[in-house]
Structure formats: C-alpha cells, structure tokens
C-alpha cells in the first residue's frame, strides 16, 4: 500500500508551497539521534545529519522535551500512506532555540519555545484566523488534495501527505516559518507543563469547545488516552454535569476514575456500549467525542474488511456516538481517520438530527496562548497528571513498542535529549523502557 501510494503521488505534481521540506545538513556534518520509520512496527534510532537553516524563516532547536502521540501509532501500523524510509517521525516537541534565519524577528537564539504540530504559513486566508492547522500553503502533497479537495497545513514527522517535514523525535529540529509556528514560555513554567503545548492540550481542548460542550451537559468519551483523559478534563472545566468514559485498559479506566472522578464503562465487559449508555441516560448523552483510533476494530464484520482492504478506517465508534447521542446531541470526531468506512448508520444521523461535527486537525495558534496564560499559568489546568513515565531519546524504538501495545499503565511520556533539564518535582523520574515493559 505504502509504495503504490507512493508511487501515485510521483507521478501527480507537486503543489506549490511557501516552505520545503528537505532541509541543509551542518556544514560541520554533525550528527543527531533521531528516531526513524523503516516500515510497519519497524522503526529505529538512527544518525541523521544536524540540519543547519535552509530557508531564511527558518529557526534550528536543540530539542529538550519530546514524545509520543497515539497519532504516531497509526505511522507506527502503517496506516498512513505515503511513509517513505528514513522518515524522521516526531509532531510535539520544544526546545532551546539554536539558530534563527533572517527573516526571523520574534524569536531570539537562547529562548525556550514549543512548536505546534503543523506548520503554518502565517499569511493565507486560514492562518489569519489562526487556524494553523487548514493554512493552505505548506503541504506540497497532490495526493492530499485530491482526496479531500483541498489540503491541510503541513505537519512535523506525519508521511509525505502531509508534506514530508522531518519530525521532532529527534536532538535537533528545522522549524519552518519559526514566526509562527512557535509559542515562547516563560521561566516559571516547567518543561513537562509546556511541551504538550505543541498538540495535547490544544486538540483536546479543541474537540471539546468545537463540539460545543456547555454548561450541564452529559458528555461521553470514547478512548482514555492522553487526547480523551484531557478532553474528559476540559468537558469538567466547560461546566458539564457528567462525565464517562469508555475504553478497555485497566490502568486508563483507573486513571480516569482516580483523577477526574468520572464514570466509566469497560468495552471488554459491555461490549454494547449504546446499550450501557442508555440504560444511564435513556434520553442519551448532550455530547459524545471521539477520541479512540481506527486502527481497532471490535466486530469480526470490521475486522475483515479491514483486513480485506474494502475499508481504509472502521465506523464502530461514529456509530456507537450516533446511537448514544439524545435527538439533536452533537457528535465530534476528534480522533484521527484517514480515509473510508463503511456502514455508518447514515439512518439515525439523520432521523435524530445528530450534529456529527470533524472537528480536524486541531488548530494550535489559535488556542496555545490563552491554553498557557489562563490554564497552565493560572493552575487550573495541570498537564501533568496524565504523565506516567519519562525515558531517553536513545529509548525511542522501543517506547513505539510499549505505547503501542499499553503496558505498564504508560499513558503519556517525556523523552529527554540530551538538552534537557532535570526532571522537574512531581514528574516521573527518568527509567528505561526495558525496566518497566518487561515487568507486565
Ligand atoms: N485531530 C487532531 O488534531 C489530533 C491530534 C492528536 C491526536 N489525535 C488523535 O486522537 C486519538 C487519540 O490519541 P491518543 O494519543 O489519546 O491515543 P491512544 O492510542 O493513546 O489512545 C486511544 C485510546 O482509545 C481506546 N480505544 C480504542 N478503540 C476504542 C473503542 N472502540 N471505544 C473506546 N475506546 C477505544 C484505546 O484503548 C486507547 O486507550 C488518536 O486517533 C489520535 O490520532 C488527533
Ligand atoms: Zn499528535
Ligand atoms: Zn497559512
């Protein structure tokens, strides 16, 4: 799949685009670790060339904190197309900043920064309005364009349809148009509070105000990962009156319950989750968010289509939001899918009036300052309680391994570099990935 892609965006042209992603490497031919993807469940840590500026917006961080996104585990599975070897992964990390280009006016050479998952232009229609993520003008993909009609924004370390751009899992990161697409933090604000800056916290705050959570409402969450348990966290803080949530892992359904005091239904158990729901609620939920991945499907009908490649994504859980949903509920789809389902219960979307919003990729600049001035500045909002482990770059390949098949309670990590601060108070203290996963 990956090289008939591959080999259908050859041969389409390139778009135009006001960034690129091959970047210069140091002329001192210095070398970084970087973790690399070679094909599904195959990726390594590798040397890679340091990259120097290429284009005159460009900044150059020495990266002091980054990690891993359940968006990754679909590169990881292979699920995205157009994933070329040697791709260096990576869309949430910070750092220190190393050199500027130019033309970059705003951020200076020693400033602590995070950078947002996508790269943004700063100029187009879209990026005016701070909707980074949908800027028109950085993803050079065809193939992108000609699946959904126009493209996103191009992201770090996310395939060759989303432009290409090496990621961020790495010691040293390009950063395109460093303008914008990075948000200085101040002193006070430790490492571990900022970095989840670049997507977390943002998107789960996103699918929660874009999917229009408001006081009272009963909200449902599917997935407990990092991107449900902050959505779970932010439905709290929007007012809503309850909150559950639905997943399978022991640990992620004790950490909901422990941490945020939500309800929560095991889908290992109640395999008809619309069913438990609604013997909850008989009305049905105000609000249902999607927070789970595609790569799972639970029914035999899916899992062999899938397998048969009749469908690239799964219905099951749009359908289960669909169901769950009172008349006129919203439904948001904040997990990542990438292509086609079949069988969505188009039937009940319409007789109920369900609002089935995709909420996309989430748009970072349009949030990330008030996210760190009125949350994580203020207290109110602290990142830090889903963080469960801390491990080294040189660890990478092998976190991929554990986070993707959920061991040892991981729920949200921070990779350090060799740039990186001690661990601040109360984070996880740095282990090894061998330590801990072979102890399930
Ligand atoms: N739109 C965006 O901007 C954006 C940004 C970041 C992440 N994402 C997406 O958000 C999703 C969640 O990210 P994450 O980091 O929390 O991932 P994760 O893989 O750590 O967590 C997903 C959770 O969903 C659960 N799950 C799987 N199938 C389920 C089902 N049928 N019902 C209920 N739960 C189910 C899993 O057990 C897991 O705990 C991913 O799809 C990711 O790609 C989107
Ligand atoms: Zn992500
Ligand atoms: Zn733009």
Redesign the pocket.
């Given at each position: 799949m990956q090289a008939t892609a591959n080999i259908v965006q050859d041969h389409m042209q390139n778009l135009e685009t006001k960034v690129h992603p091959e970047y210069k490497p140091a002329p001192d031919g210095s070398q970084m670790k970087a973790l690399a993807w070679f094909g599904a469940k195959d990726v390594r840590v590798v040397d890679a060339p340091v990259p120097t500026i290429t284009e005159p917006d460009d900044v150059i961080l020495k990266v002091t904190g980054t990690t891993i996104?359940?968006?990754d585990?679909?590169l990881y599975h292979g699920e995205i197309l157009t994933m070329q070897k040697g791709d260096i992964l990576g869309h949430e990390f910070m750092g220190i900043v190393d050199k500027v280009g130019p033309n970059v006016t705003n951020i200076k050479v020693g400033q602590r920064v995070v950078a947002s998952f996508q790269i943004a232009c700063g100029d187009c229609h879209f990026c005016k309005q701070k909707l980074s993520?949908f800027c028109d003008w950085t993803n050079n993909s065809p193939l992108q364009a000609k699946l959904y009609g126009q493209r996103d924004a191009g992201f770090f370390g996310y395939s060759h349809i989303t432009g290409g751009f090496p990621g961020g899992q790495a010691e040293f990161v390009r950063v395109p148009k460093g303008n914008v697409n990075l948000l200085p933090i101040p002193d006070e604000v430790p490492d571990e509070k900022a970095i989840y800056l670049s997507?977390?916290i943002p998107?789960s705050y996103h699918a929660v105000v874009d999917t229009g959570v408001k006081d009272g409402d009963v909200v449902g969450i599917?997935?407990?990962?990092?991107?449900?348990m902050y959505a779970a966290k932010w439905a709290q803080l929007k007012g809503a009156s309850r909150v559950i949530g639905?997943?399978?892992?022991p640990e992620?359904l004790a950490m909901a319950k422990e941490k945020l005091g939500i309800e929560t239904i095991d889908?290992s158990v109640h395999s008809d989750?619309p069913k438990k729901i609604l013997e909850l609620f008989p009305r049905g939920l105000d609000v249902a968010i999607d927070?789970?991945?595609?790569h799972?499907p639970?029914t035999m009908m899916h899992k062999v289509q899938k397998m048969m490649m009749l469908e690239t994504d799964n219905p099951?859980?749009i359908n289960e939001m669909i169901v769950s949903v009172r008349k006129m509920g919203r439904a948001g789809i904040?997990?990542?899918y990438s292509g086609f389902a079949n069988g969505v219960n188009v039937g009940a979307l319409m007789e109920k009036g369900v609002r089935l919003i995709g909420?996309?990729?989430?748009p970072v600049h349009l949030y990330w300052e008030e996210l760190l001035r009125d949350y994580i500045m203020t207290g109110k909002f602290d990142p830090t309680f889903i963080l469960t482990h801390r491990v080294p770059i040189e660890d990478m390949a092998k976190l991929y391994a554990a986070?993707n098949q959920?061991v040892a309670g991981v729920e949200k990590v921070f990779v350090q570099t060799q740039f990186s601060s001690l661990p601040s108070p109360g984070c996880p203290k740095l282990s090894r990935v061998d330590e801990w996963s072979s102890k399930n």
């Open positions: 996104c359940g968006s585990l679909h993520s997507d977390i998107t599917w997935g407990l990962g990092p991107i449900g639905i997943d399978r892992v992620r889908f989750v927070c789970g991945t595609f799972e639970k099951e859980t904040i997990a990542a909420n996309g990729q989430a986070f959920r």
